[in-house]
T-cell receptor
């Protein structure tokens, strides 16, 4: 069964370092998303991406964040200068042709620990 | 703004008992979508069910059923005859029709099924 894959599963970094989280969405999906979940808290929307551009972003997604789909298969989230509060599980998701079908397919997450 | 409240935090049941999870939502949109997701210990988010705001028919899907009451803005979820594999965190989520699958999640219910 097709699935969303994310790498790395866990990354530890020093505050101020750049981090790139990678995702391979399901191949025929058109919409891509990043969500994050701080330990013990709710899952929060970061950004949605369609047709090679950001379609919506939350207030969390400030200038230190960027997304890219560099090669038609990978979908990356870059955090330019990490802060302690960026420590969280980051989920990539993709969905098919219909916006708001709600059936997002999530990856297993990338846990980011900022020291 | 969207808001989802899951008042219960941890619920423990003995195997084969039913468990009902409460969800109350707030939205100003007249068209919206409600979801339940499961997060097992492995960490991924698994889509379970979706409901449109204009369809209040309650359904059963296997051991899952839901009770959508628009008048009280509630979307409760029941697992019948619980099994140990049902132990997970369950998230209720809401998206508005104009949102690009921008899901607002509740804080989640930790369900522990005791064998």
């Amino acid at each position: 069964e097709p699935e969303v894959t994310q790498t790395p599963s866990h990354q530890v970094t020093q505050m101020g370092q750049e981090v790139i989280l990678r995702c391979v969405p399901i191949s025929n999906h058109l919409y891509f998303y990043w969500y994050r979940q701080i330990l013990g808290q709710k899952v929060e929307f970061l950004v949605s991406f369609y047709n090679n551009e950001i379609s919506e972003k939350s207030e969390i997604f400030d200038d230190q964040f960027s997304v890219e789909r560099p090669d038609g298969s990978n979908f990356t989230l870059k955090i330019r200068s990490t802060k302690l509060e960026d420590s969280a599980m980051y989920f990539c998701a993709s969905s098919g042709a219909g916006v708001n079908t709600g059936e997002l397919f999530f990856g297993e997450g990338s846990r980011l620990t900022v020291l | 703004a969207q808001k989802v409240t899951q008042a219960q935090t941890e619920i423990s049941v003995v195997e084969k008992e039913d468990v009902t999870l409460d969800c109350v939502y707030e939205t100003r949109d007249t068209t919206y979508y409600l979801f339940w997701y499961k997060q097992p210990p492995s960490g991924e988010l698994v889509f379970l069910i979706r409901r449109n705001s204009f369809d209040e028919q309650n359904e059963i899907s296997g051991r899952y059923s839901w009770n959508f009451q628009k008048s009280t803005s509630s979307f409760n979820f029941t697992i019948t005859a619980s099994q140990v594999v049902d132990s997970a965190v369950y998230f209720c989520a809401l998206s508005e029709a104009r949102g690009n699958n921008r899901l607002a999640f509740g804080k989640g219910n930790q369900v522990v099924v005791i064998p």
